[in-house]
């Protein structure tokens, strides 16, 4: 997927009016000399825009425009450091809702729907966003922000929604007090869209039955507008991106440079038309890669798979790139294991060698379960690891994936 000239000639003009602000990138860009672009090669010369240059301009040093044309900011939540701020001009905040709405259409949303809005509401650009392209679409918004687990259940009784939109933990939770309650035939959910966590297959499979509803994931992210830029369509081959808004480019982690499509790899996005905070190749630290081919929705949108995690989560083994996620896809593939497992790394004997720990619930014979793990593990990643059986709650339970990988090579 190469960028094409509608896009480059965006970018150029976003270029123009970032060496004009005088903004962090119109600076890194004089610093190199770069006026412009017209080609591909000229596109893959910029230079990559990083968080921490983000942090840096705290507060306002983002701004591409004068004051009296920002309407709005967001800030990222900081949890790691100084947060970002981003400005929004009235047209940022109308294209953003734009895309939203699409991600609402997309996923068979109409006018008709009752949207019940479970993501926060405030600095950070979750509720707004979705109550945006809610009240872009003309359904009805049920902005009711998270948490009360009470009044979330009677206020999607009583207003018959039907869409349920939240985080994937959020989801579940509320699934699980619906059965709990055993309140399932007062509920009209026919849709979920969820956003901004990774989640697995299996909790996902969880949501769906628990609460009968079709899902449909959201990407985005503050630096980038905020949640809407990409969705799934009905046929769940992964999130389309809207690449007239926003052109997307998967690149090694480590050398910086393009892969091929469907080589998995870290996400770098560049806005085409922003004008608060345009952002030119941004590197977000998520992974995931390009879906080659045609969607059979047919719409021409790029697709992405799920977010498989963070560019600091990969470990290079044998020269592969490996993921903590393209593990975890083959576990779920098994109904006999748990969805815990663990990785270890080791350097022996001169070679890298992965063992990974998984769970079973001992309906098999354990030999045979690490043989087929072991087979399937190698036609995903390359290589075979060393595959070890343990009994049903032996593993350590972690909410973060990153723990569930241990490196030894350099300790
Ligand atoms: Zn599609």
């Not at 425009?65 to 400005?87: A, F, L, Q, Y």
């Not at 939240?166 to 849709?191: C, F, N, P």
């Not at 091929?260 to 996400?267: C, K």
């Not at 098994?334 to 990974?356: A, K, V, W």
Request: with cysteine.
């Amino acid at each position: 997927m190469k960028i094409n000239e509608k896009q480059i000639e965006l970018i150029d003009k976003q270029i123009k009016r970032l060496i004009e602000s005088n903004n962090f990138y119109g600076q890194k860009l004089k610093e190199e000399g770069i006026t412009g672009i017209n080609s591909a090669q000229d596109f893959e010369n910029l230079p990559f825009s990083q968080k921490q240059d983000l942090r840096d301009a705290y507060p306002l040093g983002l701004m591409a425009v004068p004051e009296k044309d920002v309407v709005r900011i967001h800030s990222s939540s900081g949890t790691t450091g100084t947060p970002v701020i981003i400005p929004y001009t009235a047209k940022d905040v109308d294209d953003w809702g734009e895309m939203f709405k699409r991600c609402y259409e997309f996923a068979g949303i109409t006018n008709k729907d009752r949207i019940h809005i479970t993501p926060g509401y405030g600095l950070w650009t979750a509720g707004i966003g979705f109550q945006n392209g809610c009240e872009k679409l003309g359904a009805m918004a049920v902005p009711m922000g998270p948490g009360n687990t009470d009044k979330q259940l009677q206020m999607m009784m009583d207003l018959k929604s039907t869409v349920l939109c939240a985080t994937s933990s959020y989801a579940l939770l509320l699934a699980e007090e619906i059965e709990k309650r055993g309140i399932g035939d007062k509920i009209h959910l026919k849709k979920g869209v969820i956003g901004s966590e990774r989640w697995g297959e299996k909790m996902r499979q969880r949501i769906k039955t628990e609460l009968g509803i079709e899902l449909y994931d959201i990407y985005g992210l503050t630096e980038i507008y905020g949640p809407g830029i990409g969705i799934n369509c009905q046929y769940d081959t992964g999130m389309h991106i809207w690449d007239d808004y926003v052109y997307i480019e998967i690149i090694d982690p480590e050398t910086g440079k393009n892969v091929e499509d469907g080589e998995w790899g870290e996400i770098v996005l560049s806005t085409l038309v922003k004008e608060g905070a345009p952002l030119i190749r941004y590197r977000t630290h998520d992974i995931s890669r390009i879906i080659p081919g045609e969607c059979p929705c047919g719409c021409s949108y790029p697709r992405i798979d799920v977010i498989a995690g963070r560019s600091d989560d990969m470990i290079k083994i044998k020269g592969v790139n490996v993921f903590p996620k393209q593990i975890e896809e083959v576990i779920a593939t098994f109904p006999e294991l748990s969805s815990e497992y663990q990785i270890r790394i080791s350097h022996l004997e001169g070679r890298d060698t992965m063992r990974l720990y998984i769970e079973t619930d001992g309906t098999r014979d354990f030999v045979e379960m690490a043989k087929k793990v072991a087979e399937k593990v190698k036609s995903r990643i390359g290589f075979t690891p060393i595959v070890k059986v343990v009994e049903l709650g032996v593993l350590p339970r972690s909410e973060k994936k990153s723990k569930r990988v241990i490196d030894e090579r350099y300790q």
